[in-house]
């Protein structure tokens, strides 16, 4: 589940893309748009167990403020990133302090990731349930196995019947609505 914290600033993320680039490296694309002018500064990130903090400092001055200002961090991680992880971004304006704080956008990341997932301000989908969407909304429904190869695709009308025939184990769902994913680990016990 993505938490989103709104607030009144000048400067707010508009989007987060995050790509799985191998099995101990993520790639995060951070989305920045202001009132003013600015420019990115500096950034940093650290790994405490199972929690990621990516922080990037911007500057006023020079930029644009028309489009919305794009940088990419590569983030590197000791061990082969599986499980989950929860990834916060936060954007400060002049200096890392709390009371520079512009923005934040947090959830979870569930891997390994079989496509790149997209965070928005609206927030991250639930992943409390089996489905992050309501069934109504699912237009695609596909299983992969834990080596990432597509077990099936099917509508959402088959996707119960279906989950009862495969066989025990570990199983990545991907349940898809209009342009959105949500990408799920489930074990199947029988």
């Known amino acids: 589940m993505l938490l989103y914290s709104f607030r009144m600033t000048a400067l707010n993320i508009h989007e987060v ?5 191998d099995t ?4 995060v694309r951070l989305y920045t748009e202001a009132d003013e002018l600015y420019y ?3 950034w940093q990130y650290s790994i405490h167990g199972s929690e990621v903090l990516l922080e990037v400092l911007f500057m006023p001055g020079f930029g644009s ?3 919305y ?10 061990e082969n990133l599986t499980n989950s992880y929860k990834l916060t971004v936060k954007v400060y304006y002049v200096v ?4 520079q704080l512009q923005d934040s956008l947090s959830g979870f990341l569930f891997f390994p990731m079989i496509d790149s997932v997209s965070l928005k301000n609206q927030g991250f989908i639930s992943n409390t349930n089996l489905n992050c969407f309501d069934l109504s909304e699912i237009t695609q429904i596909s299983v992969f196995d834990m ?3 597509l077990i099936l695709k099917s509508s959402k009308s088959r996707f119960y019947n279906v989950l009862k025939e495969l066989a025990p184990g570990f199983y990545i769902v991907v349940s898809e609505k209009e342009s959105k994913l949500c990408v799920q680990k489930i074990i199947v016990k029988k």
């Open 17 to 21: 893309h995050v790509t799985q680039t």
């Open 24 to 27: 101990n490296r993520l790639l």
């Open 40 to 42: 990115y500064q500096n």
């Open 65 to 67: 403020k028309i489009a």
């Open 69 to 78: 200002l794009n940088n990419n961090f590569e983030l590197y991680f000791n």
């Open 96 to 99: 890392f302090s709390e009371e």
């Open 147 to 149: 080596s990432n190869k």
